[in-house]
């Protein structure tokens, strides 16, 4: 592709949100293309395809009955993309210039593209502990996950002691839907009280099933296949103890894949998420539209995400169509 050609829709991202987006772009015959983005593996895994490419089971993604793992539904969707053609580069964008078009977008490979139209669907990447042995499991389904609602309800969860990582109203509300199944939850908090919702703490802390270890930093993962237990820190004494668990749940937020918007003029809220206009997926410049969980701080899940990409196009395909 030479530098001065435009691009109708250019995708940014390549989870549920973008190959839905390029599935619905395609068929409409805007000859999508989609910059899948860069494999990284520091601080922690950061693959094209998402959040769900660190995911084993996936058993709520509806029309699989038996279930699937995150990789092959990732590998599904973008089949599906390009049997209508979309086009990939497996490159990072990293500067975005908004203020004229056709808009610019300057790849990690130093190139150019231009485009009439373009989704953000970059989506954003849980906060994880750091340590090793935690991100081994949770890449390799040994036991460590990063959202609840997506895998607590699996049967290698059920009936265990399971420890969630957190004090916020996330971390409690996994807990909560942890109790469901677990037969005990820890909730492991490094200081002495939880910065969650007076309502969201009275419902844990009033819990048969759920406990709350004060004071307490998880400073090991321990196990070799799968998880056995986690090495418990005490940030006032420094004192060490083993906690058994069946499961580790990290719930200590996520970090939208904003940091190439800086300076583009895209609106961004309090927590660095792209701001959509209203009910739709318009952002605040004309013409560019977001999807997926770069712009879904509360949902996070698959499925909403490759809905708010149908919305994407769709919304893209209308605004092409005003214009001509």
Known sequence: MSETSVERVVIIGSGPAGWTAAIYAARAELQPLCLIGVPRSNPAPVL??????LTTEVENYPGFPEGVTGPDLMASLQKQAERFETRSRMVDVTHCDFSSRPFALTTSEGDVVKAETVILATGATANWIGLENELRLATSGGGVSACAVCDGALPVFRD??????????????????????????????????LRASKAM???VLEHEKIEVCWNKAVSDVIGQDKIESIELTDTVTGDVSTLPVGGLFIAIGHTPATAFLKDSGVALDDKQYVRLDGPSS???????????????????????????????????????????
Request: net charge negative.
């Open 48 to 53: 094209p395809g998402g959040q769900l490419m």
């Open 160 to 193: 265990q002691p399971l420890a969630v990582v957190g004090g916020g109203d996330s971390a409690m509300e996994e807990a909560s839907y942890l109790a469901k199944f677990a037969s005990k939850v820890y909730i492991i908090h490094r200081r002495d009280e």
């Open 201 to 203: 703490q009275a419902r």
């Open 282 to 324: 318009a952002t605040n410049i004309d013409g560019v539209f977001a999807a997926g969980d770069v712009a879904d701080s509360i949902y996070r899940q698959a499925i909403t995400a490759a809905g708010m990409g149908c919305r994407a196009a769709l919304d893209a395909e209308r605004w092409l169509a005003e214009q001509e």
